[in-house]
């Protein structure tokens, strides 16, 4: 998605970054992988979550992650 600018207290600008991350698996193996998440020294933030288990017990999560940055170009594809 487009980045979005904010200003910080000092007036430097942060741009927030978002991905949408789809991963299938167990529930036990979504939870090991979030866990995993939470635990980068790269800090991301949450934006929302959204589970389905249609096809029990394969589950399938979509994540919303945000990354703050001060370069625009922090994802090119």
Known sequence: SAPVTTAAPDGARLYRQGVDLEVEGSYEALLAYCQALEA????VLWGGMHLKA???PRLVLTLR??????DSDWLVI
Not at 40 to 43: A, E, K, S, V
Not at 65 to 70: A, V
């Open 40 to 43: 980068l020294p790269q800090h």
């Open 54 to 56: 249609d096809h029990h």
């Open 65 to 70: 992650l945000y990354t703050l940055s001060p």
